[in-house]
């Protein structure tokens, strides 16, 4: 009789560890995948941080400076509008 029973706990054992052998395979896979998509999505990131360097370097130190004066003049509008 126990020679019965752990057949029954081997053969439980060996279905449960097949079990964990397709999930663990199952999260390989996704890996891979998700890998994959953050591999692409950095490249995309990339591109689009390639491109906005691209354009700020078209733009002529006056042109900056000229910005950076914009930018200071709101800053100091929205200072003197909080001051009241």
Known sequence: MPMAIDEI??????KLLDQVRSQVDQLKK??????RENTRLRS???EVHKEQTDIFSTISESER???RHQVSGL???IDKYLEE
């Open 9 to 14: 706990q081997k053969e439980n054992f060996f």
């Open 30 to 35: 996704k890996n891979r995948e998700l890998n």
């Open 44 to 46: 995309k990131l990339n």
């Open 65 to 67: 400076m000229a910005m």
């Open 75 to 77: 800053i100091e509008k």
